[in-house]
């Protein structure tokens, strides 16, 4: 019997381990460093409730990193505590990404059917290229809350088209009532015409980035957000696939249990450390497959001897071997314009409706982070700039450092102010002069961080592991969550780190 031993029991693992131990002769062990409860009816409600980010200081269910970064720590990982949504990647993204791995398995065509297979679309599923069958059930909101009525109001006046449906693999139609989706703005009798008017005279100029394209067409237009939702609750991966799964007897998942290092017999894994509480122990498999995160799983490769020379060296780490690990990563820098305004009358979802403008993505949130104050939300989707993560210390308790490399190109500068400067004048701000200095100052992230254990064939100088997740290098070790995409997402990457598990655990079931 082939014993796997997961690392990590977040989007990624949660995928992994159901759809490894459907095969009864395959024994699958998840070790999960936060909490996981015997049974869905025992997680806390406040984690089921879309409307509720469990991110804030009083959190215990997330890992803490300099820079304000937060991760997922609990049974589901950030896929059980994230705003639920669920866009599929487009396809030049996919495309680039099967250029840098050096293998077509991760193209558009490639994962398509695991996309009409993991879903269950709500609103679109008996569409072509959509699934109504799937284990993850998707709709988008129908009764939006003021704020991103206005929004969509806005985009329309603007001249933007509603896209119906995000997830569409072919032109989308305009939302006009005739695909019989609900649109905002056709509902906006009431709109101020006067603005209408003077928007048409005085376009803004929405800049295009060169190569961001999906399936075919531009990513240009608004529209509603799938949500991976159910009856009102947030159903990340571990309820849509780990906890279905847990009555296998070739299925075990202990939860309270942080991997320390993976141990090595030369170059080949032969099983882990863990520590739990005062407790500490070994674990051995035929396999070892880390889905800790971008952050953790880099960070165990390099405790574990599998890192830049100079850096192992330093840590006073034996050299296993010799990996560009944390040497190139990618996120979503945001800013957030706020201006008055009040919250929803009830909780909702964080994020309803997106404004795509190439490789610029509005987003206007439902809650008020600040008191009193609205946030419209800009990302800027395929950043130039590149981040590094590396260890100060070989002690696990120490978190690893992270330069996110933000905003170091004039090209990523110059695009993030005009996404600003397109924002506010989407809602008639005036925040200003937006010169370098109130970038930064005004910087965030969009906690998408990816790239830290990069895919690519052996001669590529930046790859960590190669195009099915397997280490370079190592025998028995792979690696198998967003720290391996080698390329920037222009959507939120829910959808492809349980897309990117499903097709992995498929190479390994053959």
């Avoid at 409730?49 to 990982?77: F, Q, T």
């Avoid at 009431?190 to 394209?213: K, V, Y």
């Avoid at 849509?240 to 202990?254: K, S």
């Avoid at 990816?450 to 895919?455: K, L």
């Amino acid at each position: 019997m082939t014993r796997t031993l997961v690392v990590g029991a977040g989007s990624a693992g949660c995928v992994l381990a159901a759809r490894l131990s459907a095969d009864p002769g395959h024994e699958v062990l998840v070790l999960e460093a936060g909490p996981v409860w015997p049974t869905p009816a025992a997680i806390p409600a406040e984690l089921l409730d879309p409307g509720h980010l469990p991110v804030g200081p009083e959190s215990g269910v997330v890992w803490r990193y300099p820079g304000n970064l937060v991760r997922g720590k609990l049974i589901g990982g950030s896929g059980a505590i994230n705003g639920s949504y669920f866009i599929r990647p487009p396809a030049a993204d996919l495309a680039a990404w099967s250029t840098v791995a050096g293998s077509p398995r991760w193209s558009y065509d490639a994962l398509a059917p695991y996309f009409r297979e993991l879903e269950h679309d709500l609103d679109f599923g008996s569409d072509p290229g959509h699934g109504d069958h799937g284990p993850i059930p998707v709709q988008r909101t129908t009764d939006p809350t003021p704020f991103t009525a206005e929004f969509a109001e806005r985009c329309a006046a603007a001249g933007h088209t509603e896209i119906a449906d995000l997830n569409a693999t072919a032109e989308p139609a305009r939302a006009d009532g005739r695909s019989g989706t609900p649109s905002v703005a056709d509902d906006a009798a009431g709109a101020d015409n006067a603005a209408r008017a003077r928007r048409r005279e005085h376009p803004p100029a929405w800049p295009t980035a060169a190569g961001a394209r999906s399936s075919g067409r531009s990513l240009v237009g608004f529209g509603r957000v799938p949500l991976a939702l159910s009856r009102g609750q947030r159903r990340g991966p571990a309820l849509t696939h780990l906890y279905p799964a847990l009555d296998r007897p070739n299925l075990t998942v202990t939860g309270a249990t942080t991997v320390t290092r993976v141990l090595l017999r030369g170059t080949r894994a032969v099983g882990v450390e863990w520590a739990r509480g005062r407790e500490h122990g070994t674990t051995h498999a035929d396999r070892v497959i880390l889905c800790a995160g971008a952050i953790e799983s880099a960070a165990l490769l390099i405790r574990s001897g599998i890192g830049p020379q100079r850096q192992l060296r330093s840590l006073g780490l034996p050299v296993v071997h010799s990996a560009p690990v944390g040497s190139w990563c990618t996120d979503h820098p945001e800013i957030g314009l706020e201006f008055p305004g009040q919250p929803p009358a009830h909780p909702t979802v964080a994020l309803e409706y997106v404004l795509e403008l190439d490789d610029l993505e509005l987003r206007p949130y439902t809650p008020t982070f600040t008191p009193g104050l609205r946030r419209l939300g800009v990302a800027l989707m395929h950043p130039e700039s590149t981040g590094e993560l590396t260890l100060t210390s070989a002690d696990p308790s120490v978190p690893p450092r992270m330069d996110q490399g933000y905003l170091r190109t004039a090209h990523d500068r110059a695009r993030l102010r005009a996404g600003v400067e397109l924002a506010a004048d989407l809602f008639e701000l005036r925040p200003g002069t937006i010169d370098d200095d109130w970038l930064r100052e005004h910087l965030g992230t969009s906690q998408h961080l990816s790239g830290t254990c990069r895919m690519g064939p052996p001669d590529d100088p930046r790859a960590v592991v190669d195009e099915q997740g397997r280490t370079h290098g190592i025998d028995d070790l792979m690696v198998v969550d967003l720290s391996i995409v080698p390329v920037p997402l222009s959507r939120g990457p829910q959808v492809t780190v349980v897309t990117l598990a499903a097709a992995i655990a498929d190479l390994l079931a053959v």
